[in-house]
């Protein structure tokens, strides 16, 4: 690890305009950035803690949506009640994830802004256009069985990791950020980046920009919805595949729906084209097989992962047929 | 007497352990300690050509970088029984030449003020390479098997009995399949780490270690410093399963640099170091051949494995290594071939070659009970081997038929669906599965020191370690006993070289082998007291007969008088003694010859003369046991839950039945084999360390990508024991139970796997992709 400085700022402006200089790194819950520091695959040269930032709060907006402080700990978004009744998919997907120890530190903006887990992008060792712009791809012609199949390009196909994500790009959730030019509202879809031929960039996020906090936007039907991830053991692991749904199910059709994977994307991947087809259709199997199969037409296999495309639709007819069930 | 082994006590060393105060070895506060970080190769194969310190060497805090350039020539170390010392990778003496065999391979040692600075420089270090082809992937070199000469310690590997081939094709049914494992890692939770210290000529060296014996006796022949002078030292080791069993590059990275630099040096590796250059399981193809009459009656059974081994050592994973001895067969072909790959040297991992093996062979039985219409448990009871088949002798002990009796109950084997894929509990199709559990019986020379002082407390001194086992505290209760002390009254050291020469904790073989001498020696110093007292006109056991004194409650009394007799301590103060010791040594072991006597003068010569007038030791070294086998069994069950859309297992419950001779200690008994099980549940459904299949250096190095279970994957354990003294093995009648609990589980949980789903899963782990298809 290369030494650096740490430094806490009290609050936002502080952090704003400590973040532009010294080539500096926020630190929040600190689950990912000191590990990527551990392995020198990050190398801030200041840290600048922003824990001191008042961004705690969960908030009931007028319009029925919620807003949720950027430091609002990962454990507390997914006990809140309201979070609980109105998104159950968002609580369900953040328990999902990591151990009580660790959703205990991370924080909200720290769960949107995690890396991959590409265990090539974790060895120094290997190429890897990520953590090394224009040193090639290891994981392409490597063992690549936890890899992507959607988003993917000739230059990376590393999975997203976050399970808190894919919940709320099925939300469709809006991120608030505020940088030295002032603040910005960022559509979800928008934040995260594919990884083209730029799999170094991950989001539309500027140095010197801070998430404030996230505004998730009223939903009447997610109170009927649900995540389900399938991995290789029962907890501390990251998906193989997952899906965030919501159903709006009206005198036996499916009005409208919300449809999200995990696991499988290079982003989290909403996947509008699967909402559209469910749209109109009864609540069965045979639409929820249809979405599925609408869902991963675009997926593109490597050598070790051609299974998640049909785990992946399996998942989500999965949780489809759960959330067509919730009363 | 026997008032406490047997009895389900805490462990002795359980407050310190979980207070903190069990001090492992990176953690002895040693002062003006420096640290030193490796650095690893980042090629798979080829020759260093240049390694610039230059930046590094004047970064802040750094003392010193070693590399082959400068560090000391060390020596061959002779020999390869890892009891004596075994150096892992034998040629391959860390830093000892420009010669790169696998990726993450130690090539220099940065040695810093801090961590954090050494670690620091470390990454500053520039190395250029030449770079060669290295030999990649298991599969695609299986055309290079070779068949080596011999296992550890000069184990065979090619083993014949009558004419497979002949009998093969004669049989009714047959089952002919490959059953495939990935390399395991071990995973202790403490990684590899050693602290050196010199002190003049004199060193000594903390380290985590399944062998102080084996390090001191290694660092002596290759720093070429004389064995006095040389102390190792291990009282916690925070898991090993093997990876500590042989002595890899730290203790000497970390001995070499502290001389060079004059400082205390600690080194300890870094979790993806353990994965690079301190051992793993080997990656194995096992070809599993049956043939049976229509009875069910096995005619002949071949097992052929390949697996691999590095270039700088060889190491066999004798994956066939129960097979002729398992079941009864008249014809048994049991091969072994290697493949050489430019990786780390594999090394024995709990219950090396039975774990793997087991698996394959108990699958390969389910296919053949599935082909002959027989239940596997049937199927196991008509091929019962009641004795020792290959090596014609008796069991000293086999209750193997009330383990499957009592296991079968247990988990409710008479649900078991008898077609395969049809049973469902709600959403998951419901399979059950069964296999044997089988490791031998090992135990070994070992001695100890025995002293009761004139306080009322008694201590053991034993060169051998606690690798988590339990050993501390059935090492208290054996010398308890032998005492007629209370536990608390007793402390038992380990982890030790200054220590009375221990067994290596491998094998299964530390309480058969360091239990007997613990309790000769504690016998032979209550001895002493009480021949003192016979002759002592103060004692009320003035002139009594030895054979009518025994002890117990810190007295020695009359047997059939327990008012006439006095408190051990008594006996001591009335001569002015401050203590009374005794040595003993067992001279007993499974292994094909004894070692050779100690060399006269030595204090192991005096423990042996001293043994000789040892009542205890007399009558254990005596036993005739040349008409005996020795090996625990059990019996595994499973039950499991698939979610058939989803390809996801539940392992719902599990029931293992062990015979394994007494049970010295339920509760530390039943840890034991719940961590082999667990062990073996890893196995079965998610371990795998994946090596790059273009350059072959590791991938899934770090415990995010390399998966073991968590809590949430374990399901109700039920463990039994026939506890069933086997007298043969030693007088303690235990037959150690460290490894048995893998064997089997994985067999059971593939069992279960396929008959809840249909699906023969040979390619281990079973993961939900390979369901899904
Ligand atoms: C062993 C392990 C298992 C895990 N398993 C899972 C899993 O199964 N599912 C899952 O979804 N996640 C998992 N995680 C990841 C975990 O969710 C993330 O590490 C966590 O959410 C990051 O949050 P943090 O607050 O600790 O971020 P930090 O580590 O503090 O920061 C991460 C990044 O976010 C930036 N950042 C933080 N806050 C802000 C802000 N307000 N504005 C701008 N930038 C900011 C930091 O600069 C840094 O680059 C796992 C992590 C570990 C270590
Ligand atoms: S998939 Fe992406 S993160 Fe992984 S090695 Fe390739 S470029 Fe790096």
């Known amino acids: 690890m290369q030494p650096f400085k740490y430094i806490k700022v009290p609050d936002t402006p502080a952090a704003?305009?400590?973040?532009?200089?010294?080539?500096?790194?926020?630190?929040?819950?600190?689950?990912?950035?000191?590990?990527?520091?551990?392995?020198?695959?990050?190398?801030?040269?200041?840290?600048?803690?922003?824990n001191q930032l008042s961004l705690y709060k969960i908030e009931e907006l007028q319009n029925g949506g919620i807003r949720v402080g950027a430091l609002v700990k990962n454990s507390d978004l997914a006990y809140n009640p309201a979070i609980k009744k109105n998104y159950p998919l968002l609580s369900e997907a953040i328990l999902s994830g990591a151990s009580p120890q660790l959703r205990n530190m991370a924080t909200t903006g720290g769960n949107l802004m995690q890396r991959t887990r590409c265990p090539y992008f974790y060895s120094t060792d290997f190429a890897c256009n990520k953590r090394v712009p224009g040193s090639g791809c290891a994981a392409i012609s490597g063992y690549n069985r936890m890899n992507a199949v959607l988003g993917t390009s000739d230059h990376c196909i590393a999975t997203h990791p976050s399970d808190m994500c894919v919940a709320m790009a099925a939300l469709g959730a809006v991120i608030h950020v505020q940088g030295a030019k002032g603040t910005r509202a960022i559509p979800f879809a928008d934040f995260h980046l594919l990884p083209g031929q730029t799999p170094h960039l991950e989001h539309n996020l500027k140095a010197d920009e801070l998430i404030t906090h996230v505004e998730l936007p009223p939903l009447a039907y997610a109170a009927r919805s649900h995540y389900l991830k399938v991995r290789d053991r029962a907890s501390y692991e990251f998906a193989l595949t997952s899906a965030a749904v919501a159903l709006d199910i009206q005198n036996g059709i499916i009005k409208a729906a919300r449809v999200a994977l995990g696991g499988v994307g290079t982003k989290p991947w909403r996947s509008i084209a699967a909402e559209q087809v469910l749209t109109g259709l009864p609540p069965n199997t045979a639409s929820y097989q249809k979405a599925a199969d609408t869902a991963m037409l675009d997926a593109k296999p490597n050598k070790d992962n051609a299974y998640k495309i049909e785990l992946a639709k399996r998942t989500l007819v999965r949780a489809l047929t759960t959330t067509g069930e919730i009363s | 007497m026997n008032e406490l082994t047997g009895k389900p006590i805490d462990r002795v060393d359980g407050r310190l352990k979980v207070t903190g105060g069990a001090t492992?070895?990176?953690?002895?506060?040693?002062?003006?300690?420096?640290?030193?970080?490796?650095?690893?190769?980042?090629?798979?194969?080829?020759?260093?050509?240049?390694?610039?310190?230059?930046?590094?060497?004047?970064?802040?805090?750094?003392?010193?970088?070693?590399?082959?350039?400068?560090?000391m020539q060390l020596h061959f170390p002779a020999g390869s029984d890892p009891g004596a010392g075994k150096y892992a990778e034998k040629d391959l003496l860390p830093l000892q030449n420009d010669r790169v065999f696998y990726g993450g391979q130690h090539i220099a040692v940065v040695v810093a003020e801090t961590f954090e600075q050494a670690e620091h420089a470390a990454a500053m270090v520039k190395v250029e390479y030449a770079e060669q082809t290295p030999v990649v992937g298991f599969e695609k070199n299986a055309l290079t098997a070779y068949k080596p000469a011999s296992g550890l310690g000069g184990a065979e590997t090619q083993v014949k009995r009558g004419d497979a081939d002949a009998a093969m094709q004669t049989a009714a049914v047959k089952t002919d399949a490959t059953y495939t494992t990935p390399v395991f890692s071990h995973n202790a939770m403490e990684p590899h780490a050693s602290l050196a210290v010199w002190e003049g000529d004199q060193l000594t060296v903390y380290d985590a270690t399944q062998s102080v014996m084996g390090v001191k006796a290694l660092l002596s022949a290759m720093l070429g410093v004389p064995a006095e002078k040389v102390r190792v030292i291990a009282h916690y080791i925070g898991g090993g399963f093997g990876?500590?069993?042989?002595?890899?590059?730290?203790?000497?990275?970390?001995?070499?640099?502290?001389?060079?630099?004059?400082?205390?040096?600690?080194?300890?590796?870094?979790?993806?170091?353990?994965?690079?250059?301190?051992?793993?399981r080997t990656q194995t193809s096992q070809k599993i051949a049956l043939g049976a009459d229509?009875?069910?009656?096995?005619?002949?059974?071949?097992?052929?494995?390949?697996?691999?081994?590095?270039?700088?050592?060889?190491?066999?994973?004798?994956?066939?290594?129960?097979?002729?001895?398992?079941?009864?067969?008249?014809?048994?072909?049991?091969?072994?071939?290697?493949?050489?790959?430019?990786?780390?040297?594999?090394?024995?991992?709990?219950?090396?070659?039975?774990?793997?093996?087991?698996?394959?062979?108990?699958?390969?039985?389910?296919?053949?009970?599935?082909?002959?219409?027989?239940?596997?448990?049937?199927?196991?009871?008509?091929?019962?081997?009641?004795?020792?088949?290959?090596?014609k002798k008796q069991f000293s002990e086999k209750s193997l038929k009330e383990c499957y009796e009592r296991g079968a109950k247990a988990i409710g084997w008479s649900n078991c669906p008898a077609k395969p894929g049809l049973t469902k509990e709600g959403r998951y199709l419901v399979g059950y599965g069964m296999a044997t559990a089988t490791y031998p019986a090992n135990r070994s020379a070992s001695s100890a020191k025995a002293t009761l002082f004139a306080d009322g407390h008694a201590e053991i001194l034993c060169g051998t370690q606690d690798i988590g086992t339990g050993t501390y505290t059935i090492a208290t209760q054996i010398a308890a006993d032998a005492f007629g002390l209370p536990v608390d009254k007793v402390t038992v050291k380990l982890g030790d070289s200054m220590y009375p020469k221990g067994a290596q904790s491998g094998g299964s073989q530390v309480t058969a082998s360091v239990g007997p001498p613990i309790r000769a020696a504690a016998l032979g110093a209550v001895d002493k007291l009480i021949t003192i007292a016979i002759a002592d006109p103060g004692s009320p056991l003035h002139n009594q007969k030895r054979e009518d004194?025994?002890?117990?409650?810190?007295?020695?009394?009359?047997?059939?008088?327990?008012?006439?007799?006095?408190?051990?301590?008594?006996?001591?103060?009335?001569?002015?003694?401050?203590?009374?010791?005794?040595?003993?040594?067992?001279?007993?072991?499974?292994?094909?010859?004894?070692?050779?006597?100690?060399?006269?003068g030595s204090p192991e010569a005096k423990t042996e003369e001293e043994s000789k007038t040892n009542m205890a030791v007399q009558e254990d070294e005596n036993t005739d046991r040349s008409a005996y086998a020795f090996h625990s069994f059990g019996a595994q069950f499973v039950k499991v839950l698939v979610d058939p859309d989803l390809g996801t297992i539940k392992v719902d419950k599990i029931v293992g039945v062990m015979d394994i001779g007494k049970v010295m200690n339920l509760k530390t008994a039943v840890n034991q084999i719940k961590g082999g099980m667990i062990f073996g549940l890893g196995m079965a459904l998610m371990e795998n360390l994946q090596y790059d299949p273009n350059n072959g250096r590791i991938v899934t190095r770090d415990l995010v990508q390399y998966l073991v279970p968590v809590h949430a994957d374990i399901p109700e354990i039920e463990v039994q024991f026939i506890d069933r003294p086997d007298l043969y093995i030693s007088p303690l009648g235990a037959r150690g139970i460290g490894e048995i609990g893998v064997t089997g589980m994985a067999a059971a949980i593939a069992n279960a796997v396929y008959n809840a789903t249909g699906k023969r899963i040979r390619d281990l782990p079973i993961t939900p992709d390979k369901l899904i298809v």
């Open chain 1, 16 to 50: 704003i305009r400590a973040a532009g200089i010294n080539q500096a790194k926020f630190i929040a819950g600190g689950t990912n950035v000191l590990d990527l520091m551990k392995l020198d695959i990050e190398k801030p040269r200041q840290l600048v803690d922003i």
């Open chain 2, 24 to 71: 492992y070895a990176a953690e002895f506060p040693v002062k003006n300690v420096a640290y030193g970080v490796t650095v690893t190769s980042t090629i798979t194969k080829g020759r260093i050509k240049n390694i610039d310190t230059g930046a590094a060497g004047k970064m802040p805090g750094v003392l010193g970088i070693m590399t082959s350039e400068n560090c």
């Open chain 2, 243 to 280: 990876s500590k069993g042989f002595t890899w590059a730290n203790p000497f990275l970390a001995a070499m640099a502290a001389r060079q630099f004059n400082r205390p040096v600690k080194i300890a590796l870094a979790r993806q170091q353990v994965y690079s250059t301190a051992g793993r």
């Open chain 2, 294 to 391: 229509r009875s069910g009656k096995l005619l002949a059974v071949k097992h052929a494995t390949i697996s691999e081994t590095s270039f700088v050592d060889e190491f066999v994973e004798t994956a066939g290594v129960a097979t002729p001895m398992l079941y009864s067969s008249p014809n048994v072909d049991v091969s072994h071939e290697l493949v050489r790959l430019n990786r780390g040297t594999p090394c024995p991992m709990r219950a090396p070659g039975e774990s793997v093996g087991t698996y394959s062979l108990e699958v390969a039985m389910d296919e053949l009970a599935e082909k002959l219409n027989i239940d596997p448990l049937q199927l196991r009871l008509i091929n019962h081997a009641d004795t020792e088949e290959q090596k």
């Open chain 2, 549 to 600: 004194i025994i002890t117990g409650n810190g007295r020695i009394f009359l047997k059939d008088d327990a008012n006439k007799g006095e408190p051990l301590v008594a006996v001591l103060s009335r001569k002015g003694l401050d203590k009374i010791e005794a040595d003993a040594k067992t001279n007993v072991s499974t292994r094909p010859s004894l070692p050779a006597p100690a060399p006269a």
